[in-house]
């Protein structure tokens, strides 16, 4: 079963249909939203989506609304806080790679205005294409996390079916796909 066909058998206020319906696959504008998602995905990793949807607000709270530059700043309490912190996945090597990559998207924005106009810049490529980028940039961003992160976004295909009518929804409003 595709996952929007999984999604569509779903209630509506079904944390994984919301997501479904309002959020994958669709552009996102803000750095700082752009990094929460980044955040989110590393944090998935070894664990169901459904356990990271539970856990957003948490996340989003515990990161600052994933402020970028808060996020850089952190230091050793705050990794400590974070490391006691029950809402959310308390795994150290996540939290520092977190923090080091958002010291990395703020070079990035230094360099090219906001961390999304260098995604805008680096597309078109294929997942195998972001995920050597991202790894030369980034840690902790193995090759299903880049691709869930970039399809989450809007940036390679595959987040819903065409049959599925968040399809053209995600279509019609994403100018990354419109200016191909």
């Given at each position: 079963?595709?996952?929007c066909n999984y999604c569509h058998e779903l209630p509506p206020t079904d944390l994984n249909r919301i997501y479904h319906d309002e959020h994958y696959g669709f552009y996102i504008q803000s750095d700082d939203e752009l990094f929460g998602r980044l955040i989110l995905e590393i944090n998935q990793a070894g664990?169901?989506?459904?356990?990271i949807l539970k856990k957003e607000l948490n996340f989003r709270t515990a990161f600052d609304q994933f402020s970028i530059v808060k996020i850089a700043a952190y230091n050793q309490g705050k990794v400590d806080e974070l490391l006691q912190d029950v809402g959310i996945i308390r795994n150290k090597l996540k939290i520092n790679a977190v923090i080091y990559n958002a010291n990395q998207v703020l070079e990035i924005q230094k360099e090219h205005g906001?961390?999304?106009?260098?995604?805008?810049?680096?597309?078109p490529k294929n997942k195998e294409e972001w995920v050597r980028l991202f790894k030369k940039n980034f840690k902790f961003v193995g090759g299903e996390i880049v691709n869930e992160f970039f399809m989450s976004i809007g940036f390679l295909p595959g987040a819903h079916s065409i049959d599925c009518p968040i399809y053209s929804k995600q279509q019609e409003n994403n100018p990354v796909w419109l200016s191909l």
């Open positions: 079963m595709s996952y664990l169901s989506w459904a356990t906001s961390f999304g106009n260098w995604l805008k810049k680096n597309h």
